[in-house]
């Protein structure tokens, strides 16, 4: 069975601190990961997946096998990171993504 | 521009009464979802179909039903409102194919609130 774990409901920082918003998956097969981003009155959008490597509005996530994680990182938070985060686990070509309860991120002036 | 849309953003309604929650997407896509979003218990989804007239129940089916008679259109149906159905429901679509770039498009959300 899939499953996504973000730890943490909410999470406060200052702005220009490092920013982490972590994510644990459960997972037999070859695990397809992403990022979704909800700004406030926004609908959810993509923020990144793991396959593209990229770096988006300075986030990154790399994706760890042998910890099963996918963090999302920024060296640098500014307040228009403010926003629901979640982690997604897909893997079938049906489509589906398995998502985790989503983390609050507050970053303070 | 990708498009999914939602029929209402905010709808209230009264225990007991039929709700239809509509989704439309313009790209063409084969899946279509439907979600509750509340807070602290993340995305749930409901139900999801793959092609037209096809569904399949997902984590939290019950209370609900759904309807796919076009490839554009997939309804959310409550059968008999009750009030722990007030919640967001998102609505959402993507196309199969290789899973890596499975991105699911969201529509605004629509805020149901049952009275």
């Known amino acids: 069975a899939q499953r996504v774990t973000q730890p943490e409901k909410l999470l406060s920082v200052f702005k220009g601190a490092p920013v982490e918003l972590k994510c644990n998956y459960s997972y037999s097969g070859s695990p397809e990961l992403f990022w979704y981003v909800q700004y406030s009155r926004q609908r959810l959008q993509l923020l990144l997946r793991h396959i593209s490597r990229e770096s988006i509005k300075g986030f990154t996530a790399d994706l760890n096998k042998g910890e099963t994680s996918f963090h999302l990182k920024k060296p640098f938070a500014q307040e228009e990171d403010s926003a629901m985060y979640y982690c997604a686990l897909g893997g079938t070509n049906a489509g589906k993504s398995t998502f985790g309860d989503g983390t609050t991120l507050t970053v303070k002036p | 521009d990708v498009k999914v849309t939602q029929s209402s953003r905010y709808l209230v309604k009264r225990t007991g009464e039929k709700v239809f929650l509509e989704c439309v997407q313009d790209m063409d896509h084969e899946n279509m979802f439907w979600y509750r979003q509340d807070p602290g218990l993340g995305l749930r989804l409901i139900y999801f179909?793959?092609?037209?007239?096809?569904?399949e129940k997902g984590d939290i089916p019950e209370g609900y039903s759904v309807s796919r008679e076009k490839k554009e259109r997939f309804s959310l149906i409550l059968e008999s409102a009750s009030t722990n159905q007030t919640s967001m429901y998102l609505c959402?679509?993507?196309?199969?194919?290789?899973?890596?770039?499975?991105?699911?498009?969201f529509g605004p959300g629509t805020r149901l609130t049952v009275l």
């Open positions: 959402a679509s993507s196309t199969p194919g290789l899973a890596s770039y499975n991105e699911q498009f």
């Open positions: 179909s793959y092609d037209v007239k096809m569904k």
